[in-house]
C-alpha cells in the first residue's frame, strides 16, 4: 500500500507490529466461530453475547493501537507545505 504524493513521488507504507492487533475485531466476521446456541450467559444466547463481547474488544483493540503509534512520524521529510498551500479559498 502506498500513497502518491503531490509532487509524484510516492510514500511506503511502513509496517508496525501493533497494526496486527487489528486484526482480532475482523474476527467477528467468521461466524462460525460463534453460531451457536450455547452457552448462555444470564439467559442470553451465546451468538449475541459474543458479538457484544466482540464489540468492546474491537474497541479496545482500536484504542490500543491508537495509543501505541499515535506518535509515530509518518513521513521522513518535515511538511513543507507554505500557508497559501493550504488556503482552500480562491483569490479574486
Avoid at 510514500?11 to 501493533?18: E, I, K, S, V
Avoid at 482480532?24 to 444470564?42: Q, Y
Avoid at 457484544?52 to 474491537?58: N, P, R, T
Wanted: net charge neutral; glycine share 6%; aromatic share 14%.
Amino acid at each position: 500500500m502506498s500513497t502518491t504524493k503531490q509532487d509524484g513521488r510516492v510514500r511506503r507504507f511502513r509496517f508496525n507490529a501493533w497494526n496486527l492487533l487489528l486484526i482480532v475485531p475482523l474476527l467477528i466476521l467468521v461466524t462460525p466461530l460463534f453460531n451457536s446456541d450455547g452457552p448462555r450467559l444470564f439467559g442470553m444466547p451465546f451468538f449475541y453475547w459474543f458479538q457484544l463481547v466482540f464489540v468492546a474488544a474491537g474497541v479496545l483493540c482500536t484504542g490500543i493501537v491508537y495509543w501505541a503509534t499515535r506518535n509515530e512520524r509518518t513521513s521522513d521529510e518535515p511538511d513543507k507545505l507554505s500557508v497559501d498551500d493550504l488556503d482552500e479559498g480562491e483569490r479574486r
